[in-house]
């Protein structure tokens, strides 16, 4: 039998291992962050008749379960985005749509300033809307116009909805500047053709835009608001890829064919936007991921 005097020297040596073999041991890793709910903008580009891509883009992004939080719009965007604040799913925008017609929207007049006055757009807005105010819509929404005498951006976000929208689309010399608080206001893609910088004013981490401007095609500009659309446009490169740089995504249809007036191609436009959206989604989702975790940080 072992004596307790003969064991000391053995236990002392094993305490000892043990006890280094603890100080070698791991510390249990951290969790990682959950990820975090990220603020989606959605930036709605000008581009007339081409706006009606925007729907297609929505119906995509509503059936992939994304969701904007903030949405903003300039021009024929702002039409489109003030309907969507409102309530109304893509679904239901494209048989808006498709039931409009180009009558409802135009109201001539013989004027130096422009051919339209803008009146019958604005009250088919306010119809469509509801007759509620910016501020009340269910989504946040801004509108992106040109203050004409001074050249700056403004983002409308209360006040009346389709006078907003209105001022927004006010393409100069086609119609009528808008009066608001004595100011006049034209189209907002003179100074911001696809809105991603209003989004982020208005909270937005992580920004889509959907690109729907023209771009210089020889033979193809065809008739005024077409060569006026195309010739603004060329002019506006600068602020557009200024915009464009702060976006996370990029989403441009296919529609530099369709004419600025063509209201017969709007179903084309609406599936050239879900075409494109659906080549993006991937993208999308995998950034949205990063984004996510990046804020968790």
């Not at 509801?130 to 001074?150: H, I, M, Q, Y």
């Amino acid at each position: 039998m072992i004596s307790k005097k003969a064991m000391r020297p053995w236990l002392a040596l094993g305490l000892a291992a043990l006890l280094a073999g603890c100080s070698t041991s791991k510390a249990p890793e951290a969790p990682a962050p959950a990820p975090v709910k990220v603020k989606i903008g959605l930036a709605l580009g000008g581009g007339a008749a081409k706006g009606f891509a925007h729907i297609g883009v929505i119906k995509v992004l509503e059936g992939a379960g994304i969701a904007p939080d903030v949405i903003t719009g300039t021009s024929a965007g702002s039409v489109v985005g003030s309907l969507y604040a409102s309530g109304l799913n893509g679904v239901q925008l494209q048989q808006r749509a498709m039931a409009l017609d180009q009558a409802d929207l135009t109201d001539w007049t013989l004027s130096t300033k422009g051919v339209l006055k803008g009146e019958k757009l604005q009250n088919w807005i306010n119809a469509q809307v509801g007759n509620k105010p910016l501020e009340k819509l269910p989504r946040p929404f801004g509108a992106v116009a040109t203050e004409l005498d001074s050249g700056r951006k403004v983002v409308f976000r209360v006040g009346n909805t389709g006078q907003a929208v209105r001022a927004s689309a006010s393409i100069p010399n086609v119609f009528l500047p808008v009066k608001i608080g004595g100011k006049r206001y034209v189209d907002g893609g003179l100074v911001s053709p696809v809105p991603v910088s209003a989004a982020k004013e208005m909270g937005a981490q992580f920004v889509i835009a959907v690109d729907i401007t023209a771009r210089p095609k020889p033979g193809k500009a065809v008739g005024f608001l077409s060569m006026l659309d195309q010739s603004l446009n060329i002019m506006n490169g600068p602020a557009l890829a200024l915009e464009l740089k702060q976006a996370d995504v990029v989403i441009r249809p296919d529609v530099l064919d369709i004419g600025s007036a063509d209201f017969d191609s709007r179903n084309q436009a609406i599936l050239e936007g879900e075409k494109a959206a659906q080549q993006m989604l991937p993208q999308i989702r995998k950034l949205l991921q990063q984004k996510s975790l990046e804020l968790a940080k």
